[in-house]
C-alpha cells in the first residue's frame, strides 16, 4: 500500500506539472507568486472590484523619496481635475480636489490657494469671460497649493492640466460648400503621424477636398524606453492605453497639439480625436518597481516600472508581489492624473461572446480594467475629458470600444457633456466604434436592452438632445453593405447616422475575411478597387466616410515610423539586447512623397494622396474633378496605375476580335 501511495504521489506531481506548462495562469516556482489573483471576478454576480481593494488609493511615491518624479507633485497628499461649463459669454472654472484622509485629518491647519491663470483665489470656482479668455490663447495654467497656517510653508502642491477655450480658435471654412456643416465628407485616418508633419500636411488635404483627420488618441499613454514587447519598442497600440487624460502623447505635447489643430482649422480642416474611456492602462503596467510572473518554462520572469508619455504616476496590482513601502499596503488600480482609484473598476472578466449584454458591458478588453460606467462620478470624469477635447479645438471624437459601454451609461455622459458646453456646435461629429460581430444585430436590429438605435436615441433625447443633434451622433461600420443588411430594412439605423470605412488601424494587423486590408495585404490595386466603391457610393445615404492612410504594416506587434519606436533609442542592456524590431523614424509629409511609396519598407502608405481617389471623393461629393497631380504640387510620376485583371482583359479582348470579325 505504501509503494502505491508513492507512485500515485509521483504521478500526481508528474500530472500536475503537465498541466503548469500549459497552464499561463500556474505559478511553477513558489518564489515567483504574486497578487494576481485578487483582480478575476469570483462569480458571474460580482462586476465590482474587493471592497477591501478600494482604500489602496493615494500610492504616489513621496517628495524626497529615491522614486519621486518632479511630474509627481505631492499626489500622495492631493488629486484632482477641473471642470469647466460654458454659458453665452463666459465660461466656469471649478477646481475638483480629493484630499488624501492621511494628512489631512483636521482642515484647520491648512490653507488652500487655487490658481487659474494670474488670479489666484481661495475659492475652488471661478468665472471668465469669454473676452477675458482670450488672454489665455496659449492655455491658462491651473494649480492648487496648501500652505500650513501659522508657518506659511507649502505643505502640498498640484499642478493640473492647462485650460483651453472653445471659442479661441479660428472658425473653419472649407474650400468646398459641401463641406461647409461638417455632416457629410471624408475624414482621413492618419495612423502614425505626429501633430508636426500633420500640420504640414493639412494645407494639401484642404485643397483636396477632405473633411478632416481622425488622429490616434491625444491622451497620456504607457511609454517604455527601458523594455522592449516582444521585439518592439513601444508598440503602436499602447495609445490605447491611457494613464490620464492629459494631452499629451506620443505624437507631442498639448501645445504642438494645439498649434496642428489651429492651423488646420485655419485651412479648413476638421480634427477629431480618438477617444479611450472604456478603460485604461493594463497588462502590468505601472509605475510599481517590482513586478514578476512564472513563464511556460518554469522560470520567473521579472519587470521594473513603466513610464508615460507625460510621467504620471500610475498603479497597478498586475505582477506586484509585496507591499508597496510607501502605503504599506498591497497596489491597488489608480491612476492620479485622472483621477481614478480601485473602487472605479469592474473585477476582471474576460469576453467569452459578443452576445451577451453582460460580458459586453461587464468584461474586459484585453487585459485592460474596465471603468465603471455606470457611476455618476466616472460620467462626469469623462464628460470633463470631452468638454477639454472641445475645448483645444476638435471638431468630435471617435469612442472607442464603444459597444463595451451600456447605452444608457453613455447617454448619461453626453447630458453630462451638452450641459456642459452649453451648445452642441454645428460641425459637432461623434463616431462610435461598432465593429460588426454576433452582437451586431442586437445592437442595432430593432429594439433591445442594449440598442445603440432605440435605447441610445431614447435617453439622449430624454437628456434635451434634438434630433438634430441626434444626427450628428454615427456609429462606424465596416462592410456596410454586409452589415446594414443584416437588419431588416423598418429596423435599420439611417444612412445619415453611418459612418463607413473600407479598413481600419485595427485592420492591418488582424486580416478580416470581408475586406481588403492595405497595409498588411499590400495589394494597392485590390484595395483601391474597394475603397473607390465605397466612395462614389450613394447607397444608404451615408454621408460619412473615411480613408486608412498610415503605415505598411510589417511583423506583429507594429512600431510606428514616428521615430519612438527606433531601437537606437533604449536606455537598459535589456531593452537593447530584446528590441529586434526596430521602426526607424520617417518623413511622414515629404512634400514630393507619392502615395503607396516602398510597400515592402517600414514607411507611410500616403493612400490619402492617390489622385484617383481624391477624384472618386470630388465626384461623390459634387465638386470639379478636372485635378491634377500639379494642382497638388504632387510629382507626375505619382499617378498609380492598376491594370484590370486578367478575366477583364479577357473580357474585353473577346469584344474586340467579335467587333473585327462581324
Not at 513558489?30 to 497578487?35: D, G, K, L, P
Not at 448619461?412 to 456642459?420: E, P, Q, S, V
Not at 485590390?526 to 460619412?544: P, Q
Request: charged share 25%.
Amino acid at each position: 500500500v505504501s509503494t502505491q501511495s508513492t507512485w500515485g504521489k509521483r504521478i500526481m506531481r508528474i500530472l500536475a506539472s503537465i498541466v503548469c506548462l500549459l497552464t499561463v495562469f500556474c505559478t511553477i516556482a513558489e518564489n515567483c507568486s504574486n497578487f494576481n489573483y485578487e483582480t478575476p471576478c469570483q462569480n458571474y454576480y460580482q462586476v465590482t472590484m474587493p471592497k477591501e481593494t478600494w482604500s489602496r488609493t493615494f500610492q504616489t511615491p513621496p517628495r524626497g523619496s529615491p522614486d519621486w518624479k518632479p511630474s509627481y507633485h505631492d499626489m500622495n497628499k492631493i488629486v484632482g481635475h477641473t471642470r469647466v461649463a460654458y454659458h453665452e459669454n463666459s465660461a466656469t472654472i471649478t477646481i475638483l480636489l480629493i484630499r488624501n484622509k492621511e494628512f489631512f485629518k483636521d482642515e484647520s491647519p491648512y490653507r488652500t490657494i487655487y490658481k487659474f491663470g494670474d488670479k489666484e483665489s481661495f475659492d475652488s470656482s471661478i468665472e471668465i469671460s469669454r473676452e477675458e479668455s482670450k488672454t489665455y490663447l496659449e492655455g491658462m495654467p491651473i494649480s492648487v497649493t496648501v500652505y500650513e497656517v501659522g508657518t506659511n510653508a507649502k505643505y502640498a502642491y498640484l499642478e493640473l492640466e492647462e485650460i483651453d477655450f472653445k471659442w479661441n480658435h479660428p472658425e473653419v471654412v472649407p474650400n468646398f460648400e459641401p463641406l461647409l456643416t461638417g455632416q457629410k465628407g471624408v475624414i482621413i485616418e492618419l495612423l502614425g503621424w505626429n501633430y508636426e508633419e500633420l500640420e504640414k500636411e493639412c494645407p494639401l488635404l484642404a485643397r483636396m477636398g477632405y473633411l478632416g483627420v481622425k488622429i490616434y488618441p491625444p491622451t497620456e499613454h504607457v511609454m517604455d524606453f527601458e523594455n522592449a514587447e516582444q521585439g518592439t519598442l513601444n508598440p503602436w497600440y499602447w495609445v490605447y492605453q491611457p494613464v490620464s487624460y492629459k494631452l499629451h502623447s506620443r505624437m507631442g505635447t498639448r501645445k504642438q497639439l494645439r498649434r496642428m489643430i489651429n492651423t488646420c482649422r485655419s485651412y479648413g480642416i476638421r480634427i477629431y480625436a480618438d477617444a479611450v474611456v472604456n478603460h485604461m492602462a493594463g497588462d502590468g503596467f505601472s509605475t510599481f518597481p517590482r513586478k514578476r510572473h512564472s513563464n511556460l518554462g518554469g522560470g520567473c520572469d521579472t519587470w521594473g516600472a513603466k513610464s508615460s508619455t507625460a510621467n504620471s504616476p500610475y498603479f497597478s496590482p498586475f505582477g506586484s508581489y509585496e507591499e508597496w513601502e510607501y502605503t504599506k499596503q498591497r497596489p491597488g488600480f489608480e491612476y492620479p492624473g485622472v483621477p481614478y482609484g480601485p473602487g472605479d473598476f469592474r473585477c476582471q472578466r474576460e469576453i467569452t461572446s459578443y452576445t451577451s449584454f453582460h460580458d459586453l458591458n461587464y468584461g474586459w478588453l484585453s487585459g485592460m480594467p474596465d471603468l465603471k460606467t455606470e457611476e455618476p462620478w466616472i460620467q462626469e470624469r469623462i464628460a470633463d475629458f470631452f468638454v477639454d477635447l472641445m475645448g483645444i479645438g476638435f471638431s468630435g471624437f471617435r469612442i472607442d470600444a464603444a459597444k463595451l459601454m451600456h447605452p444608457k451609461d453613455q447617454s448619461k455622459i453626453f447630458g453630462h457633456f451638452k450641459r456642459l458646453m452649453g451648445t452642441i456646435p454645428e460641425d459637432f461629429l461623434v463616431i462610435f466604434e461598432a465593429i460588426p460581430d454576433d452582437s451586431m444585430r442586437a445592437m442595432f436590429c430593432g429594439p433591445s436592452e442594449y440598442s445603440f438605435h432605440q435605447t441610445l436615441n431614447e435617453d439622449l433625447l430624454n437628456e434635451g438632445y434634438t434630433q438634430s443633434e441626434l444626427n450628428q451622433l454615427k456609429f462606424w461600420i465596416r462592410n456596410h453593405e454586409y452589415t446594414i443588411n443584416r437588419c431588416d430594412a423598418k429596423d435599420r439605423i439611417p444612412g445619415n447616422r453611418i459612418v463607413i470605412q473600407l479598413d481600419s488601424h485595427d485592420a492591418q494587423f488582424t486580416y478580416p475575411p470581408d475586406v481588403p486590408v492595405l497595409g498588411k495585404e499590400k495589394e494597392v490595386c485590390k484595395w483601391r478597387l474597394a475603397m473607390s466603391d465605397v466612395l462614389e457610393t450613394n447607397k444608404f445615404g451615408v454621408d460619412i466616410k473615411m480613408i486608412y492612410s498610415g503605415f505598411w504594416s510589417i511583423g506583429d506587434p507594429m512600431g510606428t515610423p514616428d521615430g519612438l519606436s527606433d531601437c537606437s533609442l533604449c536606455k537598459s542592456e535589456n531593452c537593447k539586447k530584446y528590441c529586434t524590431k526596430s521602426a526607424p523614424k520617417v518623413e511622414a509629409a515629404r512634400p514630393d512623397a507619392c502615395p503607396y511609396e516602398e510597400p515592402d519598407k517600414h514607411g507611410f502608405t500616403r493612400a490619402h494622396r492617390d489622385l484617383h481617389l481624391v477624384r472618386t471623393m470630388r465626384k461623390w461629393l459634387g465638386i470639379s474633378t478636372n485635378v491634377t497631380e500639379n494642382d497638388f504640387g504632387l510629382p507626375e510620376a505619382c499617378a498609380y496605375k492598376c491594370y484590370a485583371n486578367l478575366l477583364q482583359l479577357f473580357g474585353a479582348f473577346t469584344l474586340l476580335i467579335a467587333l473585327i470579325l462581324s
